[in-house]
């Protein structure tokens, strides 16, 4: 069933390697040897519960909503097929309405709008991330993340509500056909609402790691303001002395760092590398990962971008056509090199999210920088 993607929420219909979820496919070594305004969270008072086997708990925050079975079914028509938006690996996400005051089911177009996620009962690792993302998501509030309104676990039934987001993600608006171009000033403030949301999340006590950032997990609000969804992935940063946390790899191809992937030592970093990547695709319109440029051998869009990127004019060479020529010739240089900075082979040399939200606000602000590039200049060289 074809679907539209503005009424997307945290799903984009395109290649499989880019279709991803909370339990994204994980990445193995052999892949890496392929491809080489905040707002503080609200203290909230929990209830346990139990997460599957008898040995293991985890927290519900009373900052959300516990549906019953029976709400969502009102509040989506029974789960019927033309309330659906998305579908994905870890189950199907469907439009609903609730009221804005009580929340309870309201009558079809009117109420608020909310996306309900339905878990597919037989997935036990998407279980694990589900609960992961009720524990972060509730107890975290910040205007660059999507909020989560409540969950509902009853029987086998897995499900989250969260806020709509009408314009879907960001993905469909740079890669999708048909769709229309960002324009260069919406695609900076995006930028800055992604950095700013991974920002927020590094400056908890402890840490919080997002670990999936990429272009389908940002979605975005009906005048473009960029949240971060899906936090099934998201860890706990290392504490104390530990300069790492090490985890099995997951995240998905072309966006997590190549250190993390090949030892499983996670730190802040890894999200300022793949903060890196997703400004190489505002910047380029290509995805992170694309087996046509190079005659069906996959190639990441950071190894294709980079020559480039070491000659003095030849981000004009990579940035996306659609764009025009409509954009700030200094601007772009400035992203693309803020983008290189992210991207540095050594982690401990990249700048942290702070100073990266510092330097775009600092491009974005600046005074205009003499005429846009024209389009001519903009023909991408073949790869």
Avoid at 14 to 37: F, M, P, Y
Avoid at 340 to 350: E, G, I, N, S, Y
């Amino acid at each position: 069933m074809q679907q539209n993607p503005n009424f997307q929420m945290g799903l984009c219909v395109g290649k499989s390697a880019n279709v991803a979820h909370v339990s994204s496919t994980q990445l193995t070594k052999d892949a890496v040897n392929r491809r080489e305004g905040n707002q503080e969270s609200r203290a909230a008072s929990f209830k346990k519960v139990s997460k599957g086997p008898a040995d293991e708990s985890f927290r519900l925050s009373n900052n959300l909503k516990a549906f019953t079975l029976n709400d969502l079914k009102a509040a989506t028509k029974n789960f019927r097929s033309d309330s659906l938006i998305g579908e994905g690996g870890f189950g199907r996400v469907y439009k609903g309405w609730i009221d804005e005051t009580t929340l309870a089911p309201a009558k079809p177009g009117t109420g608020l709008v909310v996306a309900v996620k339905v878990l597919k009962s037989e997935s036990r690792q998407g279980h694990r991330e589900w609960l992961t993302e009720v524990d972060y998501m509730g107890r975290l509030r910040h205007k660059s993340l999507v909020k989560l309104i409540g969950y509902c676990q009853e029987c086998e039934s897995r499900l989250l509500v969260y806020e709509f987001m009408p314009k879907g993600c960001l993905e469909n608006h740079l890669f999708r056909k048909g769709v229309e171009p960002i324009a260069w000033a919406t695609r900076m403030r995006i930028a800055i609402d992604v950095a700013q949301g991974l920002s927020f999340l590094h400056s908890k006590e402890p840490s919080i790691i997002y670990r999936d950032l990429k272009a389908s997990n940002i979605l975005l609000s009906s005048e473009f303001t960029a949240r971060l969804s899906d936090f099934g992935l998201a860890r706990n940063g290392p504490v104390g002395d530990n300069t790492h946390v090490s985890t099995r790899v997951v995240g998905t191809s072309g966006y997590a760092a190549p250190e993390y992937v090949a030892t499983g030592h996670l730190t802040m970093n890894n999200d300022v590398y793949s903060f890196g990547v997703v400004l190489l695709e505002l910047l380029s319109g290509r995805r992170a990962i694309d087996d046509e440029r190079a005659g069906g051998v996959e190639e990441t869009l950071v190894e294709w971008v980079k020559p480039f990127l070491n000659e003095n004019r030849g981000v004009f060479r990579i940035m996306d056509t659609q764009l025009g020529g409509r954009y700030s010739k200094k601007g772009a240089q400035a992203v693309a090199a803020l983008a290189l900075k992210c991207l540095h082979k050594d982690p401990k040399l990249r700048p942290t999210m702070a100073e990266v939200v510092a330097s775009l606000e600092e491009i974005v602000n600046a005074p205009k920088n003499g005429p846009e590039v024209s389009s001519l200049a903009l023909s991408p060289r073949s790869s």
